[in-house]
């Protein structure tokens, strides 16, 4: 591919056909998220408008979920990135950049927040996360995803704080965000690290897209009420034909999300695996299987659906074609989660899941 590459702010998806066009649709609904629809077609010239996320063949070391060393946060710079739809955003965005650089602390907005607080040279999301060294995040689990993908890269820590819903990922509460703040400054935190799965859309022999995700990958079917069918295959050994409404390949990480709706195991983000669960098979004795961190998975759409389509994240859609194959591999880019000591993960299941409650 010749040519500058542009940022795409909304994804991490990369095509690279030139005799392929790009459209951007209006949100859609898919089974339970909303998501930005990229369809691709033959008939026009190719349009460049995104940021490269390069994923390489080698296998990545292995880490500990864990992590001791800290990135000295004094004399760093803060990123901050939200969602205006919270009544409470304006407010809180407000507040902590006051916060924040009434200790000195470099603010580093994006545009949404420079427009919250009427407030220049915002940066758009790709810029803010190539220039910050680390993200503050004020918002739900979403935001977080969009975060990942964006600091993905780089690897900066990320600290999410709740101001959504269920918040598996913003882990901190809006009442502790201040005495949050204080402890990463002070370096009284650990890293989580957390793994990416990273993805290649495949058509004719040729990459048409790909992207890094903190979640899943789903490969479903259209909005018509019939099935899909699809080839899948580990290691270039094949494992079954699937007929059903599609396939949820997901992360530790994201065996709380889509996955657990379907069926699929809860995993310990500490377990290094994927997990791949099947979305209302026709055959009942197509289970969720879990299988390593090293191997690479091959889904091929089979049957000819229009409709089809690959979501990363529940955020970013690619249609897909007949022959269509969607490659999958644990990407050597980690998610870095800002955590504490004290957190515990079954805590967090516990809280979230509303376990023990009578």
């Known amino acids: 591919m010749t040519g500058e590459r542009k940022p795409f ?22 089974h339970y998220t909303s998501f930005r629809t990229i369809a691709i077609s033959n008939c026009l010239p190719f349009v460049d408008f995104k940021r490269i996320l390069p994923i390489k063949s080698r296998t990545f070391q292995r880490t500990f979920q864990l992590q001791s060393a800290r990135v000295e946060m004094k004399s760093k710079s803060v990123g901050i990135l939200t969602k205006p739809k919270f009544p409470e ?8 950049v006051n916060w924040l650089r009434d200790r000195k602390i470099d603010v580093i907005l994006d545009n949404t927040s420079a427009t919250l607080l009427n ?5 758009q999301k790709t810029q803010l996360a190539m220039k910050a060294d680390v993200l503050l995040i004020l918002g739900g689990d979403g935001t977080m995803l969009n975060a990942a993908r964006l600091a993905g890269e780089r690897g900066i820590p990320i600290l999410g704080v709740n101001m959504g819903g269920l918040g598996f990922l913003t882990e901190v509460r809006l009442e502790h965000l201040y005495p949050s703040l204080e402890r990463v400054f002070a370096n009284e935190y650990v890293l989580d690290e957390r793994l990416m799965i990273g993805t290649h859309i495949h058509r004719h022999g040729e990459t048409v897209a790909q992207g890094v995700v903190l979640n899943d990958v789903v490969v479903s079917k259209g909005t018509l009420a019939r099935m899909i069918e699809l080839k899948i295959a580990i290691q270039g050994h094949f494992v079954t034909n699937l007929r059903g409404d599609g396939l949820i390949v997901s992360t530790p990480t994201g065996s709380t999300a889509y996955s657990l709706s379907a069926g699929g195991p809860i995993i310990n983000p500490a377990v290094r695996s994927l997990i791949l669960s099947p979305i209302c098979p026709h055959t009942l004795t197509h289970r969720p299987l879990i299988v390593p961190d090293d191997v690479e998975i091959d889904v091929t759409l089979t049957s000819k ?16 074609t007949q022959g269509d194959t969607v490659v999958l591999k ?9 955590r504490f000591p004290e957190s515990n993960y079954y805590e967090v299941l ?5 376990w023990g409650d009578a």
């Open 119 to 123: 407030e220049r040279g915002g940066l």
């Open 89 to 96: 955003v304006k407010a809180t965005v407000h507040a902590v």
């Open 9 to 30: 702010e909304k994804s991490s998806l990369i095509l690279t056909r030139r005799d392929f066009s790009v459209k951007i649709a209006r949100d859609s609904h898919l």
């Open 330 to 338: 644990v990407s050597e880019h980690r998610t870095r989660l800002i």
């Open 305 to 320: 659906d229009e409709g089809a389509m690959a979501t990363l994240d529940g955020q970013v859609g690619v249609a897909l």
């Open 350 to 354: 516990r809280e979230k899941l509303k």
